[in-house]
């Protein structure tokens, strides 16, 4: 099953999504294995069943069912399918097609394809290639870094404890 998640901003992701359904046209992929959580996308699919948003239960069900999550750069979406172990197709949304308000998803998606996490393209239209090519790569494991970033502030707040403290001392 291929999942596609669309976020929940207030943004549409049109071409996207009639990407995919041109790919269901031309035999590339079958729509009865497409779901899609379309956010606020005006464009409606025609050849797969979506719903415009999921509860977070519902979102992860999805994830655990598919092959694969086409996802926008939003990072919770990436993280939460590549935790899963999912192989993911990341496309940035791009403010030159109305679709988020800077290009930051581009950068996203491109940190997480060098880290050998996910497959990222810039062209939709290069979709259909990454559903071929995607089954056959190996990714990274996921490998969370909240431990390393409590550490740092652990650190620094200690740092800036024992600098108040010298204040204190000192006066």
Known sequence: MIFITLGSQKFQFNRLLEEVDILINNDVIKGENVFAQIGYSDYIPKQYNYERFLNKEDFLRYINRSDIVITHGGTGSIINAVKM????????????????????????????????????????????????????????????????????????????????FQKKVSK
């Open 85 to 164: 172990g999912k192989k993911v197709i990341g496309v940035p949304r791009l403010v030159e097609f109305g679709e988020h308000v800077d290009n930051h998803q581009l950068e996203i998606i491109e940190q997480f394809t060098d880290s050998n996490l996910i497959y990222g393209l810039l062209n939709t239209k290069e979709l259909e290639t990454a559903v071929a090519n995607v089954k056959n790569i190996e990714f990274r494991e996921y490998q969370s870094n909240t431990q390393n970033v409590l550490n740092i502030l652990e650190d620094y707040l200690s740092e800036v404890e024992n600098e108040v």
